[in-house]
Structure formats: structure tokens, C-alpha cells
T-cell receptor, first 115, second 110 residues
Framework: EAEVAQSPRYKITEKSQAVAFWCDPI?????LYWYRQILGQGPELLVQ????????DSQLPKDRFSAERLKGVDSTLKIQPAELGDSAMYLC?????????????FGSGTRLTVV | GENVEQHPSTLSVQEGDSAVIKCTYS??????FPWYKQELGKGPQLIID?????GEKKDQRIAVTLNKTAKHFSLHITETQPEDSAVYFC?????????FGTGTRLTVIP
């Protein structure tokens, strides 16, 4: 079964340091999403890509967060500098061009702890 | 954006009993309603979904109902088993985006 790959699974970083997460969506999925999930809450969308273009980054804290999907395939989410409040699970998801109701799949996430 | 509310936040049931989780949404333009199960340390996994033109859908022990007039939808799990213990999230899709509820931690007591 096709999966969304994410790495690393866990990351511990000191505040003010830079951290990056990687996501490889299901092959052929045009849409890629990055979510942040704070413990005990539902996922919240940070950024959405259609191919290599950003279609929604309204909830992305752009002063410290950046995301790219240069070739329209895999994607990187970066935080610089990290703050204590950034500790959360960062989830990637992908869906086909035909719409998310036709196959929307999450990866296993990256658990970030900022100390 | 869409506002999705989910209740209860925690739910404990005896093995073999039924569990019901309820969600409401705010925007009548929402047209797709998936439910996800999230186990500890893992990403959410789709367990069942329903589109706005359908009132009910069933898959073995799991069913979802949708009331578009009242803007609420529910997840029903029958004959619960210990492996059903997890956090469950409802979501509503509008204009290609998913908005999630706050989750329900279900514990099935053997």
C-alpha cells in the first residue's frame, strides 16, 4: 500500500536553532499539505501545495517557518529559529489532483521537541 | 474558515458496547466528512467517510450518519474491541481544505 513518507520520526532541538522536516507524498499526488498537531488537539493546516505552487499558507508563521516543494514532488518544512511553543507533531498529507475525497493520506509525522 | 466541534472529548465503554461520537460544522458549503483514527505516535488514518449527498454509510462495525439540515454528523462503532482504543477525529472539507475537530479519546475496557 502506498504511503506518505516523513523523516525524521523524532527531533529534539534547542530553541533558536534551525530544524527541517522532509515529506515524500504518494507517487502522483499533486496536492501536499503540512499540518501542525499540538498534543490533545486536531491537526491544523500550515501550508498547502498544488504541484510546486503554494495555494494556501495563510496559517504559516512566515517570520520563522518556510516550506518548499521545488519539483512538485517531495517537500521540506523549515523552522528557524525554533521556539518552545513549536513543540508538536508535524504531519504531512497528500491527495490526488481529482480531489481529497479521492484519496487523502497522512504520513506518520515528525514529533518535534524544542528544549 | 469552517468550524468543527466534536464531543465528547473522552469516552470509555465496555468491550462489546457501542460508542458514538458527534460533530457539528458551521458552513453549509462543506461537502465531505471523513473520520480518522489516530493511534499513539502515528498519523491519522481514514476509517470511514461520507459525502454530502449521502445520509448514512456503513462499513462492518463502523457507521457514519450525516444530517445536512442540522449540520451534524456522527460516528457509530458497534461491538467495540480493545483495539478500537485510540483518538478519533472528525473533519469537514470545504473548498479543498480539511478542518478537524478536537478529537475524542476512546477507551475500550476489556
Amino acid at each position: 500500500e502506498a504511503e506518505v513518507a516523513q523523516s525524521p520520526r523524532y527531533k529534539i532541538t534547542e530553541k533558536s536553532q534551525a530544524v527541517a522536516f522532509w515529506c515524500d507524498p504518494i507517487s502522483g499526488h499533486a496536492t501536499l499539505y503540512w499540518y501542525r498537531q499540538i498534543l490533545g488537539q486536531g491537526p491544523e493546516l500550515l501550508v498547502q501545495f498544488q504541484d510546486e505552487s503554494v495555494v494556501d499558507d495563510s496559517q504559516l508563521p512566515k517570520d520563522r517557518f518556510s516550506a518548499e516543494r521545488l519539483k512538485g514532488v517531495d517537500s521540506t518544512l523549515k523552522i528557524q529559529p525554533a521556539e518552545l511553543g513549536d513543540s508538536a507533531m508535524y504531519l504531512c498529507a497528500s491527495s490526488p489532483r481529482q480531489g481529497l475525497e479521492n484519496g487523502y493520506t497522512f504520513g506518520s509525522g515528525t514529533r518535534l521537541t524544542v528544549v | 474558515g469552517e468550524n468543527v466541534e466534536q464531543h465528547p472529548s473522552t469516552l470509555s465503554v465496555q468491550e462489546g458496547d457501542s460508542a458514538v461520537i458527534k460533530c457539528t460544522y458551521s458552513d453549509s458549503a462543506s461537502n465531505y466528512f471523513p473520520w480518522y483514527k489516530q493511534e499513539l505516535g502515528k498519523g491519522p488514518q481514514l476509517i470511514i467517510d461520507i459525502r454530502s449527498n449521502v445520509g448514512e454509510k456503513k462499513d462492518q462495525r463502523i457507521a457514519v450518519t450525516l444530517n445536512k439540515t442540522a449540520k451534524h454528523f456522527s460516528l457509530h462503532i458497534t461491538e467495540t474491541q480493545p483495539e478500537d482504543s485510540a483518538v478519533y477525529f472528525c473533519a469537514a472539507s470545504i473548498y479543498g481544505n480539511l478542518f478537524f475537530g478536537t478529537g475524542t479519546r476512546l477507551t475500550v475496557i476489556p
